[in-house]
């Protein structure tokens, strides 16, 4: 059985580029990306928002946090940790759940 070779992209839009026929570029593609990333570009906002990155005092406690999560993410090789994970670097803290307290005085609603 023979197979058709194929030089390159049938698609109107899409043109070799400039003296490479091996290489081809989709011009609707293109524009369309330019006009995505002008437009965030105008609008000021950015793509990415990093929580570090904002203006803001952090308490020491959440300072410790975002330190021993870097650390682990760090160590582990894992960028995106899953809420188990999580909740072990909040235990190796020291942090822990309390059980209610049993007192005689109930509380009236």
Do not use: H
Not at 9 to 26: K, Q, R, V, Y
Request: with cysteine; hydrophobic share 30%.
């Amino acid at each position: 059985m023979t197979y058709p070779l194929l030089t390159g992209p049938t698609d109107s839009d899409s043109l070799p580029a400039d003296g490479d026929d091996s290489t081809w570029i989709n011009r609707r593609a293109t524009e369309t990306a330019q006009r995505a990333a002008n437009a965030r570009k105008g609008s000021g906002r950015r793509r990415l928002i990093d929580p570090a990155t904002c203006e803001r005092d952090y308490s020491q406690a959440e300072v410790e946090f975002m330190q021993a999560m870097q650390a682990y993410k760090t160590t582990s090789g894992r960028s995106f940790p899953t809420w188990g994970e999580v909740l072990q670097v909040v235990q190796r803290l020291g942090y822990q759940k309390l059980e209610p307290e049993k007192s005689s005085a109930k509380r009236s609603d």
